[in-house]
């Protein structure tokens, strides 16, 4: 080989490296929020449909449902809702990658079809850490989110033998949508460091939050890797950085590792906005991926405006009664409702035929969202 072209090689694997560099990298906070300017503001729920009580049913062949999901996407389309967070199953995957992108590819169809851009969950930490493929359980009565699973599962996140198809399922799935205009953003896991109560937190590995602190950065490695056009994201969700002014481990790695900056708060709207003052300190965009739990003062009424006056992107939890359950209250696992309905609704926004569960609050989201003046417009055409 001459002198030049040993030149010319080692030059091609410079730019190489510094391409994979480059495409692996955080974006800069002037990316973020480039990308955020052109967002319209973001209103949208989390979402599973009616007729799914976790995230496999949703997604199995045998279960997946796009008659209901193109119905209730209508609803949220009908309030102005331009978003839903929409959570996936690495399970779910693994038995049937094609016919799993398949069905995520029509998910996106029908969301497009309703202008909405979901932001999809690659992993998640809460409720049954042990998740079987096949016919899902059904509901336990009067219980909040009886049938929700975790991703990967407490067996899998506590052995490293089984990384390689977790990493098989982020890329390929990221990979396979990393251009794709229909999806708003990807959340790499769902409050990772999530404990649980109940039995569940005997269930899950003595020494959770060390695992996930060693899988969650190759999570976002992973995904990053397809080298998407969308954000990145992992919510902090506990709620003490404020008091403390700095994070924990789980939250620093959350927060190193985020295009764009996301939280929770079930917390009434003076807690809310303190959290995002603080979380302004980041200089980058901000949204909340979960809020709105009537009993706790977390409703629409009194934390959506907030939102909006700080442009923080708002997904509240629940959009329609289901098999979810998550009408009822957390600590419903304790008390069970039994024969009858809170009375007052803990989280969604639908009744299962589509009406509103309070007409004020639906109101409200068309008025924020600028549906109203759009209706209002088209009327007067």
């Given at each position: 080989?001459?002198?030049?072209?040993?030149i010319?090689?080692?030059?091609?694997?410079?730019?190489?490296?510094?391409?994979?560099?480059?495409?692996?990298?955080?974006?800069?906070?002037?990316?973020?929020?480039?990308w955020?300017?052109?967002?319209?503001?973001?209103?949208?729920?989390?979402?599973?449909?009616?007729?799914?009580?976790?995230?496999?049913?949703?997604?199995?062949?045998?279960?997946?449902?796009?008659?209901?999901?193109?119905?209730?996407?209508?609803?949220a389309?009908?309030?102005?809702?331009?978003?839903?967070?929409?959570?996936?199953?690495?399970?779910?995957?693994?038995?049937?990658?094609?016919?799993?992108?398949?069905?995520?590819?029509?998910f996106?169809?029908?969301?497009?079809?309703?202008?909405?851009?979901?932001?999809?969950?690659?992993?998640?930490?809460?409720?049954?850490?042990?998740?079987?493929?096949?016919?899902?359980?059904?509901?336990?009565?009067?219980?909040?989110?009886?049938?929700?699973?975790?991703?990967?599962?407490?067996?899998?996140?506590?052995?490293?033998?089984?990384?390689?198809?977790?990493?098989?399922?982020?890329?390929?799935?990221?990979?396979?949508?990393?251009?794709?205009?229909?999806?708003?953003?990807?959340?790499?896991w769902?409050?990772?460091?999530n404990?649980?109560?109940?039995?569940?937190?005997?269930?899950?590995p003595?020494?959770?939050?060390?695992?996930?602190?060693k899988?969650?950065?190759?999570a976002?490695?992973?995904?990053?890797?397809?080298?998407?056009v969308?954000?990145?994201?992992?919510?902090?969700?506990?709620?003490?950085?404020?008091?403390?002014?700095?994070?924990?481990?789980?939250?620093?790695?959350?927060?190193?590792?985020?295009?764009?900056?996301?939280?929770?708060?079930?917390?009434?709207?003076?807690e809310?906005?303190?959290?995002?003052?603080?979380?302004?300190?980041?200089?980058?965009?901000?949204?909340?991926t979960?809020?709105?739990?009537?009993?706790?003062?977390?409703?629409?009424?009194?934390?959506?405006?907030?939102?909006?006056?700080?442009?923080?992107?708002?997904?509240?939890?629940g959009?329609?009664?289901?098999?979810?359950?998550?009408?009822?209250?957390?600590?419903?696992?304790e008390?069970?409702?039994?024969?009858?309905?809170?009375?007052?609704?803990?989280?969604?926004?639908?009744?299962?035929?589509?009406?509103?569960?309070?007409?004020?609050?639906?109101?409200l989201?068309?008025?924020?969202?600028?549906?109203?003046?759009?209706?209002?417009?088209?009327?007067?055409?």
């Open positions: 080989m001459s002198k030049t072209q040993k010319l090689q080692s030059f091609s694997l410079i730019l190489l490296f510094c391409f994979a560099v480059s495409a692996q990298s955080r974006w800069t906070e002037r990316e973020a929020n480039d955020y300017a052109k967002q319209p503001f973001l209103v949208g729920s989390n979402f599973v449909p009616a007729s799914a009580i976790n995230e496999l049913e949703m997604w199995q062949a045998d279960t997946f449902d796009p008659q209901r999901i193109d119905t209730e996407l209508g609803w389309e009908s309030l102005g809702m331009n978003t839903m967070r929409v959570f996936l199953h690495d399970l779910a995957y693994s038995q049937d990658p094609e016919g799993f992108k398949k069905r995520l590819n029509q996106l169809d029908i969301s497009a079809k309703h202008k909405i851009k979901p932001m999809i969950v690659l992993f998640d930490s809460v409720w049954d850490p042990n998740p079987q493929t096949g016919r899902q359980r059904v509901p336990r009565p009067g219980i909040h989110n009886s049938g929700w699973v975790q991703s990967p599962g407490a067996k899998a996140l506590a052995d490293p033998a089984q990384y390689p198809r977790l990493e098989k399922y982020v890329k390929d799935v990221v990979s396979s949508f990393a251009r794709d205009e229909r999806i708003n953003s990807w959340d790499i769902n409050e990772p460091d404990r649980n109560g109940n039995d569940y937190a005997k269930q899950d003595p020494n959770k939050i060390e695992l996930v602190n899988l969650l950065p190759l976002f490695q992973w995904a990053r890797s397809a080298r998407p969308q954000p990145l994201t992992s919510g902090i969700w506990k709620g003490d950085y404020p008091n403390t002014e700095k994070f924990d481990s789980t939250e620093q790695i959350q927060i190193d590792n985020s295009d764009i900056i996301t939280f929770h708060s079930y917390d009434p709207a003076d809310f906005a303190k959290r995002i003052k603080f979380l302004q300190k980041l200089n980058r965009p901000i949204l909340c979960e809020y709105m739990a009537r009993p706790r003062g977390s409703t629409f009424v009194a934390i959506l405006p907030v939102g909006k006056r700080y442009n923080v992107g708002m997904i509240n939890w959009f329609v009664e289901g098999k979810s359950q998550t009408i009822y209250p957390w600590d419903s696992w008390r069970p409702y039994v024969d009858y309905e809170p009375w007052i609704w803990f989280h969604d926004v639908f009744r299962t035929d589509g009406t509103p569960y309070l007409r004020e609050e639906t109101d989201i068309k008025r924020i969202t600028g549906k109203t003046k759009a209706q209002a417009a088209a009327g007067a055409r």
